[in-house]
């Protein structure tokens, strides 16, 4: 983490410390899974006592004044609300501009299943503070993530079946609805992947794919929309190549009979 940003959290966890709302600290993101760096961002998490979570929250930001020369900006989740506040703020320190995400997690409502995300594969070495042993009695609840899991026999119908609608965007040369259903295309090549590849407890997807094999990665490298039509449908019909080979395998790895051939047909028609 940036040496600045360092100090700001350090500051940052000095004062929340001494507020009888927060009971605990613990990181999450990139520093709980000791993936941190210099680009990494402030991801913090305080359990707060349900009796003050309300009270706790009006004054999060007087506790980050102090830290920075302005706050810039605040981004609250679509999820926030008596169980969880998850707000990103943007603050400017000596003509930077810094990440830093703050999590409150009501300590009355931590069945609450938003709650639960953030405190499974919870470590000792990732406590911060823990002022009522609050903290480790999460860590004592053992809760452990999964590998990403999908039905695969879906999967590869949801691919084809929007693949086969970019044939006649192409032929209209309408760029939105390319844009979109290449979209859905590259989200489907993604789950296909981490269903058959995922050994990771933890993250999004996102996260997850720094973790299946590099050759894999490569594969999902080609989907974007660009204004140069020739360029894309290449882009495209190697896309839809490298889902034929990666389905296939996924497939055998999972000993499911695979008998596809509707994607030869649609690659055929797009290369027409």
Same mark, same amino acid.
């Given at each position: 983490?940036?040496?600045?940003?360092?100090?700001?959290?350090?500051?940052?966890?000095?004062?929340?410390?001494?507020?009888?709302?927060?009971? %605990?600290?613990?990181?999450?993101?990139? $520093?709980?899974?000791?993936? /941190?760096?210099?680009?990494?961002?402030? @991801?913090? =998490? *305080? !359990?707060?006592? %349900?009796?003050?979570?309300?009270?706790? $929250?009006?004054?999060?930001? /007087?506790?980050?004044?102090?830290?920075? @020369?302005? =706050? *810039? !900006?605040?981004?609250?989740?679509?999820?926030?609300?008596?169980?969880?506040?998850?707000?990103?703020?943007?603050?400017?320190?000596?003509?930077? =501009?810094?990440?830093?995400?703050?999590?409150?997690?009501?300590?009355?409502?931590?069945?609450?299943?938003?709650?639960?995300?953030?405190?499974?594969?919870?470590?000792?070495?990732?406590?911060?503070?823990?002022?009522?042993?609050?903290?480790?009695?999460?860590?004592?609840?053992?809760?452990?993530?999964?590998?990403?899991?999908?039905?695969?026999?879906?999967?590869?119908?949801?691919?084809?079946?929007?693949?086969?609608?970019?044939?006649?965007?192409?032929?209209?040369?309408?760029?939105?609805?390319?844009?979109?259903?290449?979209?859905?295309?590259?989200?489907?090549?993604?789950?296909?992947?981490?269903?058959?590849?995922?050994?990771?407890?933890?993250?999004?997807?996102?996260?997850?794919?720094?973790?299946?094999?590099?050759?894999?990665?490569?594969?999902?490298?080609?989907?974007?929309?660009?204004?140069?039509?020739?360029?894309?449908?290449?882009?495209?019909?190697?896309?839809?190549?490298?889902?034929?080979?990666?389905?296939?395998?996924?497939?055998?790895?999972?000993?499911?009979?695979?008998?596809?051939?509707?994607?030869?047909?649609?690659?055929?028609?797009?290369?027409?």
């Amino acid at each position: 983490m940036n040496k600045t940003l360092e100090e700001m959290k350090e500051i940052f966890i000095e004062q929340v410390k001494g507020s009888d709302c927060v009971l %605990g600290a613990w990181n999450f993101g990139s $520093e709980m899974h000791g993936l /941190s760096d210099e680009y990494s961002d402030v @991801d913090i =998490i *305080l !359990l707060i006592d %349900g009796k003050q979570f309300a009270q706790f $929250e009006k004054s999060l930001e /007087s506790y980050l004044q102090p830290i920075s @020369d302005e =706050i *810039l !900006l605040c981004w609250p989740e679509e999820f926030n609300g008596e169980a969880i506040i998850n707000n990103g703020y943007l603050l400017s320190n000596a003509g930077h =501009i810094f990440q830093f995400d703050v999590f409150l997690l009501n300590s009355d409502k931590l069945d609450d299943f938003m709650c639960r995300l953030h405190y499974t594969n919870l470590r000792e070495d990732n406590i911060i503070f823990d002022k009522t042993g609050d903290v480790k009695k999460l860590i004592q609840l053992n809760l452990t993530g999964s590998p990403w899991a999908a039905d695969v026999e879906y999967l590869e119908k949801t691919y084809w079946y929007h693949a086969n609608m970019t044939c006649k965007y192409f032929k209209r040369k309408d760029y939105f609805k390319l844009y979109n259903v290449l979209h859905t295309m590259y989200e489907t090549h993604v789950s296909m992947l981490l269903t058959g590849f995922d050994e990771t407890c933890w993250g999004g997807s996102a996260n997850k794919l720094h973790f299946i094999p590099k050759d894999k990665q490569e594969h999902l490298k080609k989907y974007y929309c660009s204004e140069d039509c020739s360029q894309m449908r290449a882009n495209l019909i190697d896309s839809m190549r490298y889902f034929q080979s990666d389905t296939k395998e996924v497939f055998e790895r999972k000993n499911i009979a695979h008998a596809s051939s509707v994607g030869d047909l649609i690659i055929g028609s797009l290369m027409v």
